[in-house]
């Protein structure tokens, strides 16, 4: 080997050297090493999969399987030139592709021309391409020719994390290998192996931690562990890695989660507030929450504690807890969430965003209840009153069911609506649409549990389609940007018309923008008052 490199990150220090160091992808090592051990080696193979899951690792090795100066071999010596040399990437026979940065029509001309060369040393030419989804259309077609008619001396690998990108012409052309994420468990198994070569001491639920926050990517997992060495020495326990990582202390989440199902928002934002004191970053809690929330959804539908992903450390029984609430109130307490994290990300204020969403949480009706006795109500007539839905934000909700489409606008308001208080904090400070955001949420929930087929359609109607007064759309018609905008363009007019004084004319176009805004409280009240006059 070369000169010592100087520093070698520890996912690429200890990348997988044989199919049988593959973590989590056992089906793939049988399936390669199986052809391999068999002759039936095909000459262009498709792995996909998510980041980080050994896909490059993999097509490594299936390479060093088919060069090895001792094989081909279901597994490879590691031992032999021919072996070391593609470990370290330098074999001349095994050549690895960036699709993202060489993704034009003339790298791939270029590689059909190489293709036609016989191996330098081993037995096989093997191309690794990875990212190919990357590749333009006309690059696609060029390496098509290729894998029509390869030479017998060629193999492909070809890698993505998009297979959806791929031409059916090159899909068809490919053995397929999917790669699956990896379950907590083994790579928190690998993590423990690393960090006992690496002479380090971490406990094991700092490794459960890490391997949970990797999301089943074994490379990020090890990208954090090898921060968190970076980061801390001696003993490293679970607080280096919630400080690391910007989350709170696993008792906080699960006295945040009591809160909520007590419906105590007082309680839940305390709990959350000394998560945040304690280090955590708003958006890391309610990702905490998110995942704690997901084992309560898991629960309340049935499924056994062998899918629970969430450490005894919480404090609680979430599954208890789970069926305690009930799936419906749960699914939209996680859509809560989900809308949260994504505003946050665009937001300043993420503190905030985070306490309101705790507090809608803790607001929540239950509305599985809910559900229970809206199947119990007689039709109304005035369900087609309601105004058609205007929200994209969640159509997971709105799917079960066939929409009849709400016809004759009838009287409004024919029930006292349950208004659901969750929709009140939003509106302050939420962009012009959003007031209808939340509304829909709790609404459209009780459609989801399981009922009577006779039943459902129409007892559940009314409330899929939220009635809304004529002032309030009035209102939210006033208030949106567009007519805003018109209004101002207006106003700036009539104000020209009517005084005629040149010098005036000029000052008044900045004026035109707070003149609008007091016009769209007016106009608001104007609408309700011409409901009353
Ligand atoms: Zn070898």
Redesign the pocket.
């Known amino acids: 080997m070369d000169a010592a490199p100087a520093y070698q990150v520890v996912a690429r220090r200890y990348r997988p050297q044989r199919f049988a160091d593959l973590v989590g992808q056992e089906h793939v090592a049988r399936g390669l090493s199986g052809a391999i051990e068999s002759g039936r080696v095909g000459h262009a193979y498709l792995f996909t999969g998510a980041r980080g899951v050994g896909k490059t690792s993999a097509a490594r090795i299936f390479a060093?399987a088919l060069?090895?100066?001792?094989?081909p071999?279901p597994e490879?010596?590691?031992?032999?030139d021919?072996?070391?040399d593609i470990a370290a990437g330098q074999d001349v026979d095994v050549v690895e592709i960036d699709a993202a940065s060489n993704r034009g029509v003339d790298e791939i001309r270029q590689l059909r021309q190489n293709v036609a060369v016989r191996p330098a040393r081993g037995r096989a030419k093997v191309y690794i391409i990875d990212e190919v989804h990357m590749l333009t259309r006309e690059a696609f077609n060029a390496l098509l020719k290729t894998l029509e008619e390869p030479p017998g001396h060629v193999k492909f690998v070809l890698c993505t994390t998009e297979p959806d990108k791929l031409p059916i012409t090159i899909l068809s052309r490919c053995q397929r290998f999917d790669f699956t994420i990896v379950a907590p468990g083994p790579i928190a198994r690998r993590l423990a192996q690393i960090v006992e070569a690496e002479g380090a001491e971490v406990t094991p639920a700092a490794l459960d931690l890490i391997a949970r926050r990797a999301a089943g990517s074994m490379r990020d997992s090890q990208s954090l562990l090898e921060q968190l060495l970076g980061s801390a020495t001696g003993h490293i326990g679970i607080d280096e890695v919630h400080a690391l990582i910007g989350t709170g202390r696993e008792e906080r989440v699960g006295e945040i989660i009591s809160a909520i199902a007590a419906r105590d928002a007082a309680a839940a934002l305390a709990a959350f507030d000394a998560a945040v004191q304690g280090g955590a970053d708003p958006g890391g809690v309610l990702d905490q929450l998110v995942a704690a929330l997901r084992d309560c959804l898991l629960a309340s539908v049935g499924c056994g504690p062998d899918v629970m992903t969430q450490p005894a450390g919480l404090g609680v029984d979430l599954a208890g807890l789970g069926r305690q609430m009930g799936t419906a109130t749960l699914l939209a307490m996680l859509q809560i969430l989900d809308q949260t994290l994504s505003r946050m990300s665009l937001s300043s204020h993420v503190g905030v965003l985070a306490e309101m969403a705790l507090v809608r949480l803790a607001h929540l009706e239950d509305l599985d209840s809910l559900a229970a006795a809206v199947a119990g109500l007689p039709e109304s007539p005035a369900a087609a009153s309601a105004a058609p839905p205007r929200e994209k934000k969640t159509p997971e909700l709105t799917l079960p069911r066939p929409q009849p489409a709400p016809v004759a606008r009838a009287e409004p308001e024919p029930e006292p609506r349950p208004e659901s208080p969750v929709a009140r904090p939003v509106s302050p400070e939420a962009p012009p649409q959003s007031p209808a955001v939340p509304r829909t949420e709790p609404r459209t929930e009780p459609r989801l549990p399981p009922k009577p087929e006779a039943v459902e359609p129409r007892a559940v109607e009314p409330r899929a389609v939220p009635a809304r007064s004529q002032a309030a759309l009035l209102r939210e018609t006033a208030n949106h940007p567009l007519v805003a905008h018109a209004r101002s363009l207006f106003d700036a007019s009539i104000r020209r018309v009517e005084k005629r004084q040149p010098p005036a004319a000029e000052m008044a176009a900045p004026t035109t923008s707070d003149e609008s805004t007091g016009g769209q409280i007016n106009d608001a009240n104007a609408s309700e008052h011409a409901g009353v006059e």
């Open positions: 060093k060069q090895c100066a001792n094989g071999a490879p010596c590691n031992e032999c021919a072996c070391r």
